[in-house]
C-alpha cells in the first residue's frame, strides 16, 4: 500500500499541472512566429519574464550577461597559481604584472612548492558610482599549504570588466597574514 502511495503522488502532481496551449496547425511556424506579440501573452508567462529579470544580479550588470562571476573568475585564477600556469594567470589581471614579486599578491605567487591552495570569497562591494558599478571589490580568505607549513591571509581582490566587456579582469589587491 506505501509503495502504491509513493507512485501515486508523483502521477497527481503531473496530472494537476497546467497543460501548454494547443497550437494552430493551420498556420506555419514563420506565419505564427511573425504575428507573434512582443509582450506575454499570459499571465505565466509574464512572471516567467520577471523572474528572469530579477535573476540577473544588477551589482554583475557590467559585463556580459552570463558570464563568470568575480568569485568564479578568482577561483579559476588560485587554481591557475597552483598549477603554476603563468600564462593563464596573468591573463587574469588587467594589467599582469612583469616581476612577480612586485605583484599585488606577491605573497601567493612567490609561495614554493604549494600543495593546497583555497578560497573563500565574500558578496564584491562596489567601488564606484556607476550603475551598474565597473568596480567592485570582493572580500578574501585564503589558505595555502605548503611543504613548510599553512599559511593564512585575507584582503580584497579589486575586478573591473575587461575591455570588451564580456569577463572580469583582476586590477588590484591586498593580502595581508593572518595568525592562527
Known amino acids: 500500500m506505501r509503495g502504491f502511495l509513493s507512485l501515486l503522488i ?3 502532481a503531473v496530472g ?3 497543460p501548454p496551449a494547443p497550437a494552430d496547425s493551420t498556420t506555419s511556424d514563420s506565419a505564427a512566429a511573425a504575428t507573434a506579440p512582443a509582450v506575454p501573452a499570459t499571465k505565466a508567462a509574464s512572471e516567467a519574464a520577471t523572474v528572469d529579470a530579477i535573476a540577473i544580479d544588477p551589482l ?3 559585463v556580459a550577461v552570463g558570464s563568470e562571476s568575480p568569485a568564479a573568475m578568482l577561483n ?9 600556469n603563468k600564462a593563464r594567470s596573468d591573463a587574469a589581471w588587467a594589467y599582469a604584472p612583469a616581476d612577480p614579486r612586485h605583484a599585488d599578491d606577491a605573497v601567493l605567487r612567490l609561495l614554493p612548492d604549494v600543495r593546497n591552495l583555497r578560497l573563500d570569497s ?17 572580500p578574501v ?3 595555502a599549504v605548503t611543504a613548510e607549513g599553512t599559511f593564512r591571509y585575507h584582503g580584497w581582490y579589486r575586478v573591473q570588466p575587461s575591455a570588451d566587456g564580456r569577463a572580469w579582469q583582476i586590477q588590484s589587491a591586498s593580502l595581508q597574514p593572518t595568525l592562527d
Not at 76 to 82: G, I, N, P, V
Open 10 to 12: 508523483p502521477l497527481l
Open 16 to 18: 494537476c499541472s497546467n
Open 60 to 62: 554583475y550588470g557590467a
Open 76 to 84: 579559476r585564477y588560485m587554481l591557475d597559481l597552483l598549477n603554476q
Open 122 to 138: 565574500d558578496v564584491a562591494l562596489p567601488r564606484d558610482d556607476g550603475q551598474p558599478p565597473r568596480l567592485l571589490q570582493v
Open 141 to 143: 580568505k585564503i589558505r
